[in-house]
């Protein structure tokens, strides 16, 4: 019988350890997006040999195994990542501070009965129901009964995805609440590794799509696995046990609800225009290949500052400390406009540069890569807003207050419907799409920044806003000289052995430089505020040395 550990002595000096005060917002997103650039990077390579092997316009797979995996990923992001995220974390560590690592422990593991009963009530109904279901979902596929039926074979065979894809985002908000974020972005790596070794040796598409189904849910269990150990690893004991609706999870499945909708707008709002897509042949396909480019800023810059940020803001706001949590959003909105702007520049700047360079070869076509470009262009007119949409939603999670963003998300989700059908015609395809989902999610920021400042919440300090402008004037500048970029290809592509790769990995290297060199230049960015965020204070040099997992 394991002996019962002992809690936390004084309230919170257990916890302190775990919760790392003093390590800055930069140096925390740096450890998660670091790991998260590896997982990033080898997803792309998934997502070219799935390109390759299964196209988009030119077959019926690639749409179906896109619509597979976007339906669990869906109520991943609402369940998993988006309500129990936003509610659990401050809850937990709260609960750390307060109550000591047992009580603490014994929330996650009911936290953790709940939502993977939940996820797998979900999954068993979805599998039944999906004949009836992809009539909603994407209604383009019923004309055509081949695809329809390959449609819901594939997403019936994914689901299970969800509630492995549960339990590894409850578990990452344990390792995340006690200031570990390596497992947890080294942890979709498992995914992509999988997918390769599933995909690859397929020699035709409905083969791959087949094949990536099933990989889809051995990559989920290896990732929940990885997860639970690296929680038991970290000393926190979270045991399986059966559901339990106790108080403290009332209060948590009370705050979920409208924290979930309030954290997956962008996603709700995505998987809408997916239902618009399904009347293109090709068309979720185009906007799959989009959604890789554009996610790759969201993952790495809004999620990991959010990550990192969450615990930070939950511990200033608890302690009263309004100094602290005014400086970490400043540093959190500084951060992410620094690493999203430059990467919406690039979207916007040469977006058919990128998605030729990238995707077209093999089944994907010069035709796809048109159609995916209309739709990337709008996309990175978005991408600000959508990784400030992660930022200033903790600000509302870090006191609890969930039903705020709800509603804002709920007016971002109805323009984003009305604009999305009327711009869907107007605009002739799926760039109309991609353009209500940007419209969508500026208004949501919008409404945000509108509530912080009238509550008091948050405030922009007059060196945040001055910095700010000088990111955006770089940003700027940059779209020009990669837009030069894209339209004079044809002048040096010869000198680079006529190889576009070459070409699209030359622009967007010296577009970095040059941008760097911007802010310097312009005092956006200093080689003291760099010293000085990676600098180690005195309570958290300690645990990022110990940061392991």
């Given at each position: 019988?394991?002996?019962?550990?002992?809690?936390?002595?004084?309230?919170?000096?257990?916890?302190?350890?775990?919760?790392?005060?003093?390590?800055?917002?930069?140096?925390?997103?740096?450890?998660?997006?670091?790991?998260?650039?590896?997982?990033?990077?080898?997803?792309?390579?998934?997502?070219?040999?799935?390109?390759?092997?299964?196209?988009?316009?030119?077959?019926?797979?690639?749409?179906?195994?896109?619509?597979?995996?976007?339906?669990?990923?869906?109520?991943?992001?609402?369940?998993?990542?988006?309500?129990?995220?936003?509610?659990?974390?401050?809850?937990?560590?709260?609960?750390?501070?307060?109550?000591?690592?047992?009580?603490?422990?014994?929330?996650?593991?009911?936290?953790?009965?709940?939502?993977?009963?939940?996820?797998?009530?979900?999954?068993?109904?979805?599998?039944?129901?999906?004949?009836?279901?992809?009539?909603?979902?994407?209604?383009?596929?019923?004309?055509?009964?081949?695809?329809?039926?390959?449609?819901?074979?594939?997403?019936?065979?994914?689901?299970?995805?969800?509630?492995?894809?549960?339990?590894?985002?409850?578990?990452?908000?344990?390792?995340?609440?006690?200031?570990?974020?390596?497992?947890?972005?080294?942890?979709?790596?498992?995914?992509?590794?999988?997918?390769?070794?599933?995909?690859?040796?397929?020699?035709?598409?409905?083969?791959?799509?087949?094949?990536?189904?099933?990989?889809?849910?051995?990559?989920?269990?290896?990732?929940?696995g990885l997860l639970w150990w690296g929680v038991r690893k970290s000393g926190a004991r979270v045991d399986v046990r059966l559901p339990r609706l106790t108080p403290?999870?009332?209060?948590?499945?009370?705050?979920?609800?409208?924290?979930?909708?309030?954290?997956?707008?962008?996603?709700?709002?995505?998987?809408?225009?997916?239902?618009?897509?399904?009347?293109?042949?090709?068309?979720?396909?185009?906007?799959?290949?989009?959604?890789?480019?554009?996610?790759?800023?969201?993952?790495?810059?809004?999620?990991?500052?959010?990550?990192?940020?969450?615990?930070?803001?939950?511990?200033?706001?608890?302690?009263?400390?309004?100094?602290?949590?005014?400086?970490?959003?400043?540093?959190?909105?500084?951060?992410?406009?620094?690493?999203?702007?430059?990467?919406?520049?690039?979207?916007?700047?040469?977006?058919?540069?990128?998605?030729?360079?990238?995707?077209?070869?093999?089944?994907?076509?010069?035709?796809?890569?048109?159609?995916?470009?209309?739709?990337?262009?709008?996309?990175?007119?978005?991408?600000?807003?959508?990784?400030?949409?992660?930022?200033?939603?903790?600000?509302?999670?870090?006191?609890?207050?969930?039903?705020?963003?709800?509603?804002?998300?709920?007016?971002?989700?109805?323009?984003?419907?009305?604009?999305?059908?009327?711009?869907?015609?107007?605009?002739?395809?799926?760039?109309?799409?991609?353009?209500?989902?940007?419209?969508?999610?500026?208004?949501?920021?919008?409404?945000?920044?509108?509530?912080?400042?009238?509550?008091?919440?948050?405030?922009?300090?007059?060196?945040?806003?001055?910095?700010?402008?000088?990111?955006?004037?770089?940003?700027?500048?940059?779209?020009?000289?990669?837009?030069?970029?894209?339209?004079?290809?044809?002048?040096?592509?010869?000198?680079?052995?006529?190889?576009?790769?070459?070409?699209?990995?030359?622009?967007?290297?010296?577009?970095?430089?040059?941008?760097?060199?911007?802010?310097?230049?312009?005092?956006?960015?200093?080689?003291?505020?760099?010293?000085?965020?990676?600098?180690?204070?005195?309570?958290?040099?300690?645990?990022?040395?110990?940061?392991?997992?």
């Open positions: 019988m394991t002996p019962p550990r002992k809690s936390a002595a004084p309230a919170g000096a257990t916890a302190a350890a775990h919760r790392r005060p003093g390590a800055s917002v930069m140096r925390s997103s740096a450890i998660y997006s670091g790991l998260t650039m590896i997982s990033r990077v080898m997803g792309f390579l998934r997502d070219l040999v799935i390109t390759y092997r299964m196209g988009a316009s030119s077959t019926i797979a690639a749409d179906c195994y896109n619509t597979a995996l976007a339906f669990p990923n869906l109520f991943r992001r609402i369940f998993a990542e988006g309500a129990f995220a936003t509610a659990f974390v401050p809850a937990y560590a709260r609960s750390l501070a307060t109550d000591g690592e047992e009580i603490a422990d014994v929330l996650a593991a009911d936290a953790m009965a709940t939502l993977a009963a939940a996820t797998i009530v979900i999954t068993v109904a979805a599998q039944l129901a999906m004949p009836w279901l992809m009539y909603v979902i994407n209604p383009g596929y019923a004309h055509d009964p081949v695809k329809f039926k390959l449609a819901v074979t594939l997403t019936q065979i994914a689901m299970p995805y969800l509630p492995c894809m549960a339990i590894y985002a409850h578990l990452s908000g344990v390792l995340q609440a006690r200031g570990r974020f390596i497992v947890s972005a080294l942890a979709p790596t498992l995914l992509n590794l999988v997918m390769l070794v599933a995909v690859w040796p397929q020699t035709d598409a409905v083969s791959a799509a087949y094949a990536a189904s099933f990989g889809v849910i051995v990559a989920g269990v290896l990732q929940a403290e999870i009332k209060a948590l499945i009370g705050l979920a609800i409208p924290g979930a909708i309030a954290a997956s707008a962008t996603q709700i709002n995505i998987f809408i225009s997916g239902n618009l897509a399904s009347l293109v042949p090709g068309g979720r396909s185009w906007l799959a290949a989009a959604d890789r480019l554009y996610q790759l800023p969201l993952g790495l810059v809004g999620v990991a500052i959010g990550v990192a940020l969450l615990p930070r803001l939950s511990t200033t706001v608890q302690s009263g400390d309004h100094g602290g949590a005014q400086s970490a959003m400043d540093e959190a909105m500084a951060l992410s406009l620094a690493f999203s702007l430059p990467a919406a520049a690039a979207l916007v700047g040469m977006p058919f540069f990128l998605i030729d360079a990238l995707f077209t070869r093999g089944e994907f076509s010069l035709f796809d890569a048109h159609q995916t470009a209309n739709a990337l262009f709008w996309y990175g007119l978005g991408t600000p807003a959508f990784v400030l949409t992660r930022i200033l939603n903790q600000a509302f999670f870090a006191r609890q207050d969930t039903r705020s963003p709800m509603r804002f998300a709920l007016v971002s989700v109805a323009v984003n419907v009305v604009a999305g059908v009327a711009l869907f015609f107007l605009m002739h395809g799926v760039a109309g799409i991609a353009a209500a989902t940007a419209l969508a999610a500026w208004l949501n920021v919008g409404q945000m920044l509108r509530a912080l400042l009238q509550r008091g919440y948050y405030a922009p300090s007059a060196a945040a806003v001055s910095r700010l402008v000088r990111i955006m004037i770089a940003s700027g500048l940059l779209t020009g000289l990669l837009y030069l970029a894209g339209e004079t290809r044809s002048l040096y592509e010869p000198w680079l052995l006529h190889r576009k790769e070459i070409a699209v990995i030359l622009a967007v290297g010296v577009g970095a430089v040059i941008y760097l060199v911007l802010l310097f230049a312009l005092r956006a960015l200093t080689l003291q505020e760099i010293r000085a965020a990676l600098r180690r204070s005195p309570r958290s040099a300690d645990a990022i040395s110990d940061n392991s997992l």
